[in-house]
T-cell receptor, first 114, second 114 residues
Framework: AQSVTQPDIHITVSEGASLELRCNYSYGATPYLFWYVQSPGQGLQLLLKYFSGDTLVQGIKGFEAEFKRSQSSFNLRKPSVHWSDAAEYFCAVGAAGGSYIPTFGRGTSLIVHP | EADIYQTPRYLVIGTGKKITLECSQTMGHDKMYWYQQDPGMELHLIHYSYGVNSTEKGDLSSESTVSRIRTEHFPLTLESARPSHTSQYLC?????????????FGPGTRLLVL
């Protein structure tokens, strides 16, 4: 069975600082990997995803993530955080195919100080 | 921009009442999902559907039921609401492999059962 671990419940950064949110997954084959963001009172929005190919994936809002198979990780990064990035971030893992059911992590809450 | 809608956005109801949470999408997606989300916890899958007349229970035991009579509509019903049902309910849809297994989420329904 697949699983996702987001080890950081909360992350606090200053506006303009760099950001890295951690995600570790467990899955037997090459997974589909996703990062979603949830703003207060909203549903989840896709930031980026990895299926295959280049292990460094670019997403919306200036985010990127790197798939590292040897570490079973898919960490999310942003070089300079804006106050509007304050939100909940969810990592998800799944497998391709008709029975695709993704598994989500618990989320990391990002707090941005001015 | 994804077109998936949930109503109501907020609902306060007494114990024992029957409620239906509505979810509709205009993207023609075959796959639809219902998740339960509590603060600081993973999204828990409670129901999913791969198409019309297809419904399955997810990994979280739930006293709710769903139906999929039309592609665009996936309502969730609680026959007798209880305080333990207090939570946020997120609906999502996906076009499967055709859309890279990306899930599109509605804004959620926040339910409070008194």
């Amino acid at each position: 069975a697949q699983s996702v671990t987001q080890p950081d419940i909360h992350i606090t950064v200053s506006e303009g600082a760099s950001l890295e949110l951690r995600c570790n997954y467990s899955y037997g084959a090459t997974p589909y990997l996703f990062w979603y963001v949830q703003s207060p009172g909203q549903g989840l929005q896709l930031l980026l995803k990895y299926f295959s190919g280049d292990t460094l994936v670019q997403g919306i809002k200036g985010f990127e993530a790197e798939f590292k198979r040897s570490q079973s990780s898919f960490n999310l990064r942003k070089p300079s955080v804006h106050w509007s990035d304050a939100a909940e971030y969810f990592c998800a893992v799944g497998a391709a195919g008709g029975s695709y059911i993704p598994t989500f992590g618990r989320g990391t809450s990002l707090i941005v100080h001015p | 921009e994804a077109d998936i809608y949930q109503t109501p956005r907020y609902l306060v109801i007494g114990t024992g009442k029957k409620i239906t949470l509505e979810c509709s999408q205009t993207m023609g997606h075959d796959k639809m999902y219902w998740y339960q989300q509590d603060p600081g916890m993973e999204l828990h899958l409670i129901h999913y559907s791969y198409g019309v007349n297809s419904t399955e229970k997810g990994d979280l035991s739930s006293e709710s039921t769903v139906s999929r009579i039309r592609t665009e509509h996936f309502p969730l019903t609680l026959e007798s609401a209880r305080p333990s049902h207090t939570s946020q309910y997120l609906c999502a849809s996906s076009g499967g492999v055709a859309t890279g297994e990306t899930q599109y989420f509605g804004p959620g329904t926040r339910l409070l059962v008194l």
